[in-house]
């Protein structure tokens, strides 16, 4: 049985498959209905069921369509300590070639190629214990949003045990090239931009010794982050960083979900915000061969605060 999946349904809007670029995200959450209002108020997503008869399934979706799966973590992988978490798919052409390049380059692989009725995926974690999934034949398609569509990813981030290592990780596996950036030279040279099928996606930089488990971390547009950030506090989650204004004035923030999954945000702001106190997040999580413990610290100071600015 594989830890993630997603579902095929006709009245949905498909899926985006361009090879390299992530394509899908999937929350695997202890609370699905808790999840739904959360997301809902936080983001503005509406609900879709999706199940069919293998599992229960829903979407997360917005005015232009699904942006996101949403389903129960298996009771399996709760009493193997699997924890909450947002998860990241990126379309390849060949997974079975994919995930052998995976192995060759270090990487580890959680779930096999497995086919499924949204084409064939695998999860998989890079050369440092970052987990991410692949997918194969996405389907159906969707068509293509715009990187600051309200209630779309518009950012990924990597926070890696070595930066320039991670980074050439992913471009042999996946061909992603070095975005050029403006600002602050320190800045610049510590965080590398990244981009898939010419789009700047995200961010690579290492991380500090403190937060101890390298990971993905998907911002979430919204329309203005000083609201969404009530509506995450009144909603019963956390801000563990931010808000932070970056240099185009727009605004970033860091979460966590009343069921403990990170998550940022970012959008422009009606409030000039201020940093909040660092946060301790703990975890502890094991499923089959699927495992990471440890402790991270995020502090402002000791963060880039400011992602650069890409190149236009």
């Known amino acids: 049985m594989h830890l993630w999946s997603?579902?095929?349904?006709?009245?949905?809007?498909?899926m985006v498959d361009r090879q390299g670029c992530f394509v899908w995200y999937e929350l695997l959450t202890t609370d699905v209905a808790a999840a739904k209002a959360f997301y809902r108020d936080v983001i503005g997503w509406e609900s879709q069921d999706a199940t069919t008869p293998a599992f229960t399934y829903s979407l997360f979706v917005s005015s232009s369509g699904a942006v996101a799966g949403l389903m129960d973590l298996p009771e399996e992988g709760r009493r193997m300590g699997a924890t909450p978490r947002w998860v990241g798919y990126v379309a390849v052409d060949d997974i079975d070639a994919t995930a052998d390049r995976v192995r060759k380059l270090g990487g580890r692989i959680y779930v096999p190629p497995t086919d499924s009725n949204i084409g064939r995926l695998s999860i998989v974690a890079d050369a440092q214990a970052?987990?991410?999934?692949?997918?194969?034949?996405?389907?159906?398609?969707?068509?293509?949003?715009?990187?600051?569509a309200p209630g779309h990813v518009g950012w990924h981030e990597l926070l890696a045990a070595d930066g320039a290592s991670a980074f050439a990780f992913y471009a042999e596996l996946f061909g992603w090239k070095k975005a050029e950036a403006v600002g602050p030279k320190s800045a610049v040279e510590s965080y590398q931009l990244f981009a898939a099928d010419g789009v700047t996606m995200g961010g690579i930089f290492t991380k500090f010794a403190r937060e101890r488990v390298p990971f993905w971390l998907y911002y979430f547009n919204v329309a203005d982050v000083a609201q969404a950030v009530a509506r995450v506090r009144a909603?019963?989650?956390?801000?563990?960083?931010?808000?932070?204004?970056?240099?185009?004035?727009?605004?970033?923030?860091?979460?966590?979900?009343?069921?403990?999954?990170?998550?940022?945000?970012?959008?422009?702001?009606?409030?000039?915000?201020?940093?909040?106190?660092?946060?301790?997040?703990?975890?502890?999580?094991k499923w089959g061969d699927f495992a990471s413990r440890g402790r991270m610290i995020v502090r402002p100071e000791a963060k880039p605060n400011t992602k650069p600015k890409p190149q236009r």
């Open 6 to 14: 997603a579902v095929q349904t006709d009245s949905v809007v498909g």
């Open 130 to 148: 970052a987990d991410f999934a692949l997918v194969d034949g996405l389907k159906p398609e969707r068509r293509a949003t715009a990187p600051d």
């Open 235 to 285: 909603g019963g989650g956390k801000v563990v960083q931010g808000p932070t204004e970056l240099p185009d004035g727009s605004w970033i923030v860091r979460c966590i979900d009343p069921q403990d999954t990170m998550f940022a945000l970012q959008g422009k702001s009606s409030q000039r915000g201020a940093e909040q106190p660092a946060a301790e997040i703990g975890w502890s999580t």
